[in-house]
């Protein structure tokens, strides 16, 4: 059993008082606070990522804090080209400017882990002076046969720590001779327990179900457990938020934290996105990635309303609300520790809302009429781009128009008939009248009426 100790959360009636208590302690002395997004470049932004850095961001904003991006790149046989680009555009679509990273920079950096290397060789250099962690020369054929003893017995397969045991000469003299190696650390046995903020307190007896990790894999990169704990401490991280899939691993980390002398950070594993059937999300259903809404013309606000709706946070969930509003009413002991069901029929429902809202600002209709003038160019070219074409007045009546005669939920909807776009075009308008704008517009004018065939 993995979970051997954990206070039950949740009752029928909400969160859990006991649960509600060690929260509400834990973020009473929050001060400084700083957090990290930690992506690894190997791929698109999916939803459940783009969620963790919204948590992230809005934990940080509620507390005057710091929302850091850092890039996890040191599995480099996984490096997508192009995805470090896309991940930061994402968060930008969304709203979700970083204080500090590889782009706008900070006093922590660099904020690559392939740039901090240097870095992790030293501190692992400590972890072996220390004892707390040792060369292993196991080859990957030996490896690989242990798993296979395993599979045959049906035990989970596991490292026996072989290598712990050679003495101080062996191992400086297979070092010398240049044989391949890794760096790995000493699991401790009876681990301690440890509070997480979502699901409460929690001990994983690590020792007993794994053997030691690597840490310094034989390319001279870490592995996540190494490099996530050295730079949360040397970056002055105050809260770690991630995915529950990071829960049982903690134990590990915290092992790490203190064979270095350090104070870890407050943790909250956050549940996973599920279908609404419960099933898990795939990436082969292609609608999981935060570029397919973007793509699709959904409003950022629209997803990140799905994606909160979904896994609570907040005190009502059923309300819209814009980005400013999340940070107000954001509460990291209000969010749940089961999965997060996502009910897309509420995406439309988002979306829909948010278009109206946006619709009914001065600002808004700036937005939309800029979005709109784009979507006509990439449709129909540039002689859409110029004002005196095509001038705002005219887009925002057939938007009001059509804002009023259908439910509008995209706004590429906006334009479904061509004939209204390409075949009238003023140069001088005083005013005008739409009747119909899906087949016809007429106008009157004070001026020459320009048709472009």
């Known amino acids: 059993m993995r979970l051997l100790l954990k206070i039950p959360l949740h009752s029928s009636l909400g969160p859990h008082p006991v649960r509600q208590i060690c929260c509400s302690r834990a973020l009473q002395s929050c001060s400084d606070v700083r957090v990290r997004f930690a992506p690894s470049p190997t791929g698109m932004l999916h939803l459940g990522g783009l969620r963790t850095a919204l948590y992230n961001f809005l934990f940080a904003k509620a507390h005057n804090g710091s929302f850091v991006l850092r890039i996890e790149d040191t599995d480099r046989t996984r490096l997508v080209p192009g995805s470090e680009e ?40 400590e972890l072996i002076e220390r004892g707390a962690a040792y060369h292993c020369f196991c080859t990957p054929h030996r490896l690989e046969l242990l798993r296979k003893e395993a599979a045959r017995r049906k035990e989970v397969p596991r490292y026996d720590n072989r290598c712990r045991q050679l003495s101080q000469q062996e191992c400086r003299r297979r070092l010398e001779d240049g044989v391949p190696h890794v760096v790995r650390f000493k699991l401790e046995d009876n681990a301690k327990p440890f509070t997480d903020l979502v699901f409460g ?8 179900v794994e053997g030691d990790p690597v840490i310094l894999k034989g390319d001279g990169f870490p592995t996540y457990h190494l490099a996530n704990v050295v730079d949360d401490h040397l970056m002055e991280i105050s809260h770690v938020l991630r995915g529950q899939e990071w829960l049982i691993s903690t134990g590990k980390h915290l092992m790490l934290y203190q064979a270095f002398g350090w104070t870890p950070p407050q943790f909250a594993h956050l549940p996973l996105l599920v279908n609404k059937d419960g099933t898990k999300l795939s990436k082969r259903q292609g609608d999981i990635f935060a570029n397919h809404f973007r793509e699709k013309g959904y409003l950022p606000q629209a997803v990140l309303n799905f994606i909160t709706f979904c896994g609570a946070g907040f005190h009502d969930n059923k309300k819209v609300k814009t980005l400013e509003d999340m940070v107000a009413e954001f509460s990291l002991a209000r969010v749940v520790e089961h999965p997060a069901r996502l009910d897309w029929d509420r995406l439309q429902e988002f979306q829909r809302e948010h278009l109206a809202r946006l619709f009914g600002t001065h600002s808004g209709q700036t937005q939309i ?18 004002f005196s074409v095509l001038p705002d007045e005219y887009i925002l009546k057939v938007l009001e128009m059509r804002m009023v005669s259908a439910a509008v939920i995209f706004i590429d909807s906006l334009f479904p008939h061509q004939l209204l776009w390409t075949c009238l075009f003023i140069w001088k308008m005083k005013s005008f009248v739409v009747v119909d704008s899906d087949i016809f517009v007429f106008l009157f004018i004070l001026g020459p009426l320009y048709i472009i065939e």
């Open 369 to 386: 009429v800029q979005n709109l003038r784009e979507l006509l160019v990439q449709q129909y070219g540039e002689r859409f781009s110029g």
């Open 201 to 208: 307190v929690t001990r994983h007896d690590v020792a007993s």
């Open 86 to 125: 896309s991940l930061e555009e994402m968060l930008r679509w969304a709203g979700l400017q970083p204080d500090e990273g590889p782009t706008k920079g900070g006093k922590y950096g660099p904020y690559r882990q392939s740039e901090r290397v240097h870095i992790y060789k030293e501190k692992t250099q």
